[in-house]
């Protein structure tokens, strides 16, 4: 074999080993995404088992409208929304889509702004005082709120979440703190206003983590469902999900 052929076989060999590394390395944000979409199509499942018929309006990442928003945020949003509509089939309609307004402060510089360090879901803090309540009033046809941005963190101010019946809401990984302690999520979810949320099951595995097996083990493995069915069995099996000893709404405080 001549040098310019071995040179050649040699430039092959190192591209498919560093190609099989690349491959083969962990994949953490990608795993993130399955695993979002995971929890967010076994949540709409449920509520395709349980609300059929009726109308669905979901509250997204306003970010995601701004140009110039990292890949990694459009990607997840996108994980989240994909779950969502593969869960919902034709059992429930996906009205819309939306994307409440954010605090002015928020679009000028989101660090700026007091964010409890502990939440899951920031954008509670940066959205604008009554967005999700003008979300509602735009889509008076929905009757049931999906939440991937949690609530906001002056609940007692928002006029969806307080006043009875419709919309009920249903939350993915939410901040239960801003509900309030264990009793006031238990009133929400028993009275129907929070017909449902999926948390993070207590010593599961993290989103870095590849998803294993089939679909409805994994979910069992990282998350929980928590309806009014489960409610109990949850609270039983996992009490330290459950917040305890929570100011009252609007006064939530900051670290």
């Known amino acids: 074999m001549n040098g310019p052929r071995i040179a050649l076989v040699f430039v092959v060999v190192v591209a498919a080993i560093f190609g099989a590394k690349y491959l083969l390395r962990p994949q953490p944000h990608q795993n993130a995404l399955q695993a979002r979409a995971l929890a967010t199509r076994v949540l709409a499942e449920h509520l395709a088992k349980t609300q059929s018929g009726k109308r669905v309006v979901v509250m997204a990442n306003p970010f995601t409208q701004r140009a110039g928003t990292d890949r990694a945020i459009l990607a997840t949003e996108e994980a989240g929304l994909r779950g969502l509509r593969e869960g919902l089939g034709q059992k429930l309609a996906l009205g819309a889509v939306a994307f409440p307004e954010l605090r002015p402060a928020a679009l000028e510089d989101p660090r700026a702004l007091p964010i409890d360090t502990e939440t899951t879901t920031p954008l509670s803090y940066l959205v604008a005082p009554g967005a999700f309540d003008r979300v509602v009033r735009q889509h008076p046809e929905c009757e049931i709120v999906v939440s991937l941005i949690g609530l906001p963190a002056e609940l007692d101010r928002c006029e969806a979440w307080q006043a009875a019946g419709a919309p009920s809401f249903a939350l993915l990984l939410p901040d239960l703190r801003i509900v309030g302690d264990a009793a006031a999520v238990k009133t929400a979810v028993k009275s129907g206003k929070l017909l449902a949320f ?42 330290g999900l459950f917040p305890e000893n929570v100011p009252p709404h609007g006064t939530n405080t900051t670290r």
């Open 198 to 239: 999926v948390a993070r099951k207590p010593g599961g595995p993290g989103d870095d983590v590849p998803l294993q097996g089939d679909a409805s083990a994994e979910f069992d493995r990282r998350f929980v469902l928590v309806t009014p069915a489960t409610f109990e069995q949850v609270a039983q099996s996992f009490p």
